[in-house]
């Protein structure tokens, strides 16, 4: 039986999988010094996406030919390295925009008509002493998406039923789609109403909403945050939110999880979700089944099913 190490805890469903046709060993069981006698012992490594394999973990496993991410996003998988080591590796796209998208444009209906917020006041008592303050119309906006991709794109074929008015910032032009490209993030942040970020993570993307983005954005534009905590200076968005220089904030991932600002915990303008984007049983069990799917497929066939692009 081939010998599979899994990182991290994975779907229960996907464990099982794993564990019927492979001899699965968790990493977070091994005792010190395991692997210096049984690194190559392993030629497929599965991974929580929260983790992924580094460079020196690859180093302890010499045999290593494959290695499958539990989740679209793996920049905490060193690419790079195991390209130069001929390692194969893949993630788990498309199965989830569905659900990525929806939890964005339910992000910013939030944010916007501050429903969050409504739920607190009814919860607190306070309607029984006066109205909840008007909110922010979302129909009809300017919605700037930066990073049209896969999930970009489900989040702006939902938009197109609010009658909001879309453009996009991307390194590269979106070919057949009917939204206008703005040249950087800070003229789409400059031109839009309410700005969600669909990027991918890692080093490109670090920082892309920086506090000229949220300058750009101004006291009446909203930011929604779907992709990674990282893409967003987080020090100068606690300081654009606090000090009033953005209107508001939706936001589903974050710098350090599962630590969240202090100063987000007490603003009403902020809508905070704990990174629950593909979080649905529907959508993580059709994540498990393709992660699988990847597995099985190069331990028969040396063949993955969804590589990621750069390998
Ligand atoms: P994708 O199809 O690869 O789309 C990524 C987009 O980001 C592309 O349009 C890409 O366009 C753009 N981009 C990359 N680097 C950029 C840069 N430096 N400046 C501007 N745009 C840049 O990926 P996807 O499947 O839509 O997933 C996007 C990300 O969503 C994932 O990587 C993951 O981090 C996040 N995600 C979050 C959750 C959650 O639970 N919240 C769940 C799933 C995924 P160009 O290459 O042309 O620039």
């Not at 501050?114 to 979302?138: I, M, N």
């Not at 202090?262 to 393709?290: C, F, N, Y």
């Amino acid at each position: 039986m081939d010998r599979v190490l899994q990182i991290g805890p994975l779907l229960p469903s996907l464990e099982r999988d794993m564990r019927e046709h492979y001899d699965v060993v968790l990493l977070d069981d091994v005792p010190d010094g395991y692997l210096d006698e049984h690194g190559a012992e392993f030629a497929a490594a599965v991974a929580s996406s929260r983790i992924g394999v580094d460079r020196a973990l690859m180093d302890r496993l010499p045999s290593l030919r494959v290695i499958v991410n539990f989740g679209v996003g793996y920049e905490t998988t060193d690419v790079e390295a195991a390209k130069e080591r001929g390692i194969a590796v893949a993630n788990t796209p498309d199965v989830l925009n569905d659900c990525v998208a929806d939890t964005a444009v339910g992000g910013l209906i939030d944010v916007m008509r501050r429903f969050s917020a409504a739920d607190r006041f009814v919860r607190r008592g306070d309607w029984t002493r006066g109205p909840f303050p008007l909110a922010t119309k979302v129909s009809g906006k300017r919605v700037g998406i930066l990073g049209l991709g896969r999930i970009g794109r489900a989040i702006a074929r939902r938009l197109e039923g609010f009658d909001v008015e879309i453009a996009y910032h991307s390194r590269s032009r979106v070919e057949g789609v009917p939204y206008a490209r703005m040249e950087t993030p800070e003229k789409l942040a400059a031109w839009c109403d309410a700005l969600i970020v669909a990027t991918s993570g890692g080093a490109g993307t670090r920082g892309l909403v920086s506090a000229a983005v949220l300058e750009a954005l101004g006291p009446d534009g909203y930011l929604v945050n779907i992709s990674r905590g990282s893409v967003v200076d987080e020090p100068a968005l606690v300081a654009a939110l606090t000090g009033g220089r953005i209107a508001g904030a939706a936001l589903d991932v974050f710098a350090h999880e599962p630590d969240v600002p202090a100063e987000l915990l007490t603003l009403d303008s902020v809508v905070l979700l704990p990174h629950i984007g593909s979080a649905t049983h529907e959508t993580r069990r059709a994540m498990g089944d393709l992660a699988f799917r990847n597995l099985r497929n190069f331990m028969e066939k040396g063949t993955l099913i969804t590589p990621v692009p750069e390998i």
